[in-house]
């Protein structure tokens, strides 16, 4: 079975850090895009961060510098390191790859951040 999962979410207080992690099953991440996308209440979802199966990383402009994504290769995992968050980055956290036609989500995560 083809499927992702994240992990990581939590409540932390404005400036914490927390650390995402997304595991897949069935697909290796090397040879997908892949991405954190998120999604606030009443708000569309958006995209937060990408990774190409090249390694090139691309983020939103509200969340550069602050946010980093990065692939394992070894255990197949892609994470996204979140630094000095704000309480607008309160959202659930979604991953996705993209690969060969498929485009798979995770359950998504929830991320709190307390002013």
């Known amino acids: 079975q083809v499927h992702v999962v994240e992990s990581g979410g939590g409540l932390v207080q404005t400036g914490g850090s927390l650390r995402l992690s997304c595991a897949a099953s069935g697909i290796s991440f090397s040879r997908a895009a892949t991405a954190w996308y998120r999604q606030a209440p009443g708000k569309q979802r958006e995209l937060v961060a990408k990774l190409t199966s090249g390694g090139s990383p691309n983020y939103v402009d509200s969340v550069k510098g602050r946010f980093t994504i990065s692939r394992d290769d070894a255990s197949n995992t892609v994470n996204l390191q979140m630094n000095s968050l704000k309480p607008e980055d309160t959202a659930v956290y979604y991953c996705?790859?993209?690969?060969?036609?498929?485009?798979?989500w995770g359950q998504g995560t929830q991320v709190t951040v307390s002013s």
């Open positions: 996705n790859a993209e690969f060969l036609g498929l485009n798979l």
